[in-house]
């Protein structure tokens, strides 16, 4: 196990966080929550100004904590290291950042967690008015992406689309102003890496292992698999071949297409483990590479620690392409401690108090504290449905569990029943006879017992739905078809998965095909309804028949190899278990 100077593994998070706080007067602490805000953060709003939110899993410091102040991020908020935060934390955030006037852009990294916990706490944070939009910055160069519905990874170059994006929002410029401009960031800019040794978790042994004389090109700011392993080189030439890759033009790359006299920027990224002595000779290598070999005018280069991976040994090169008006953003001024050449006279004396945070309950309230039973038809048949759905996910956990095994971790099973679970506790005290905030209810429970990606998807699942019930009339049976509908399109857009893919989408999807098209043309008769929602239940069922012999593209299972897929995903086949359980109880009652 590594050394590591913390106290206790488990505090590591929260102690680094408050030591940055306690060291940086611009910067407080969300109570109850691991978010840093700006201390100023009430005048940004009064001023209508677009707030800036940024995250991601701790142990990448000064990411994305150190890139919160004037001119850069209005907040940040922290997972576990290396662990995408929490929605309830992200929607915490959103709240204490909320700029009614201006609006509020959230700027996250390219991986799954960080897709869909945001995008949950968006979600959420649209349904209870607040203007939100969401960058995604995928730069990595490392690996070719064609064919990968995960796309490229987010890195260093991140920091970027955050120093411009805030200049532009201080500046006073629109939430569609800034928008747009960390696009056309996110789109132009690159990165590659070389480590020298692993990294190790607090409390664990290192994740990899390299040989003395070894280097990996490519790898992952988690540790995650790079582009190649090889021999240790001298430092010109290890820079020589990260630039070759990243301005790679062969098929399945083609990220970054270098033209003779182009105006860049580029970020000499120490990796954790790396000391300023080679730091500033891979700096030295990359320039003269940059103009003399490729032709192009380095305009702007930045060496330091901006996205590290704990104490690992190596460095990442990012490029940006400069666009009109890009230097002058890039020099605007800032008092973000981790951007480098921060004006120190925008400091004030120190205070460590903590901005109180408008922390909601699990649902955000709609959870009640006293028990009720459902007095409306709909209420009695809904929390019946409900009911029956949760015991048939808990009997089916070894049934899912061994399904997964093929292609996940095995896991599915007890995800989903740890989920039913924590909905059972609460099913006395949810209003059934409001079925959107019931959904909500539900989706709260979901999201603080169900945990993983199932959990996250779940929840943007009853989120985005529970809209549906609200705007329309849930005694209609098609009110309830369009909430799947718009459900299943939240998960397909942070999930970033397809039907065909091999998913739970694969049982879904032809279900609410069949709702939608059945429950349009059919009489409101309960008859009617029943025997469309049964046909809906062959069509899921069929579905997950169907993915016995499909490829997958996403999820866990698009990294085993397909001979190994032998049996229906567990997702697919878990829609099917819920789906006719909604139906045997609406029969029977």
Request: with cysteine; proline share 4%.
């Amino acid at each position: 196990m590594s050394k590591k100077l913390v106290n206790s593994p488990e505090d590591a998070v929260d102690e680094a966080l408050a030591g940055m706080v306690a060291v940086h007067p611009g910067l407080r602490l969300l109570e109850g929550h691991r978010v840093v805000v700006r201390a100023d953060i009430a005048s940004v709003v009064k001023e209508g100004k677009v707030t800036l939110l940024s995250g991601g899993g701790s142990g990448h410091e000064p990411a994305h904590a150190g890139f919160v102040g004037q001119g850069m991020l209005s907040a940040a908020v922290a997972g576990s290291v290396f662990a995408s935060p929490p929605p309830a934390s992200i929607l915490a955030a959103l709240r204490a950042i909320s700029s009614p006037n201006g609006g509020t852009l959230m700027i996250v990294k390219n991986y799954t967690g960080d897709r869909l916990n945001f995008g949950i706490a968006a979600e959420r944070a649209k349904a209870e008015g607040m203007k939100v939009e969401m960058v995604i910055v995928a730069e990595d160069t490392a690996l070719p992406s064609s064919g990968k519905k995960a796309g490229r990874r987010g890195l260093c170059g991140t920091i970027l689309v955050h120093k411009i994006a805030g200049a532009l929002s201080e500046q006073g410029a629109t939430l569609e102003e800034v928008v747009k401009a960390a696009e056309k960031v996110a789109e132009s800019v690159a990165t590659m890496s070389v480590s020298l040794s692993p990294c190790s978790v607090p409390g664990h042994k290192p994740s990899f292992h390299l040989q003395e004389d070894e280097m990996e090109l490519g790898l992952g700011i988690h540790g995650e698999a790079g582009a190649e392993r090889a021999k240790l080189q001298p430092a010109n030439k290890v820079v020589a071949r990260m630039l070759d890759h990243l301005t790679s033009q062969e098929p399945g790359y083609q990220y970054f297409k270098p033209e003779p006299g182009m105006e860049v920027a580029l970020v000499v990224n120490n990796l954790g483990g790396t000391s300023n002595l080679e730091l500033s000779l891979v700096a030295n290598a990359a320039i003269r590479y940059l103009v003399d070999r490729m032709g192009l005018k380095v305009e702007r280069a930045y060496v330091g620690a901006f996205m590290t991976s704990l104490e690992m040994a190596g460095v990442s090169l990012t490029l940006l392409k400069l666009f009109p008006k890009c230097q002058q953003l890039l020099d605007y001024l800032t008092n973000a401690p981790g951007w480098p050449n921060t004006a120190k006279d925008f400091l004030v004396r120190c205070d460590t108090s903590k901005v109180p945070s408008s922390e909601r309950e699990s649902g955000d309230g709609l959870v009640q504290e006293t028990k009720t039973d459902p007095k409306s038809a709909i209420g009695v048949a809904l929390r019946g449905c409900v009911e029956r759905v949760c015991g048939v996910l808990c009997d089916a956990e070894g049934e899912l569990n061994a399904l997964d095994r093929g292609g996940g971790d095995g896991d599915c099973g007890s995800t989903l029943k740890a989920g039913a679970q924590g909905i059972k506790q609460a099913v006395p005290f949810i209003d059934w006879d409001t079925p959107h905030k019931a959904l909500l209810a539900i989706a709260g429970c979901v999201e603080r017992d169900m945990g993983g990606t199932s959990g996250a998807l779940y929840t943007l699942f009853l989120t985005a739905g529970s809209k549906c019930l609200l705007a329309s009339d849930p005694s209609n049976p098609l009110c309830w078809a369009k909430a799947l509908q718009e459900g299943m399109e939240a998960i397909m857009k942070y999930g970033k998965a397809s039907v065909g893919d091999r998913t739970m989408l694969d049982a879904l999807s032809p279900a609410t095909d069949e709702l939608l098209k059945g429950l349009a043309v059919s009489s409101s008769s309960k008859a009617e309804a029943i025997a469309v929602l049964k046909r809906a239940v062959e069509a899921a069922e069929l579905g997950a028949k169907r993915t016995i012999s499909m490829q997958a593209s996403a999820g866990r299972a698009s990294n085993v190899n397909a001979s190994q897929l032998t049996q229906r995903d567990p997702g697919a086949h878990a829609v099917c278990l819920w789906l006719r359980a909604v139906l045997g109880s609406l029969i029977e009652n």
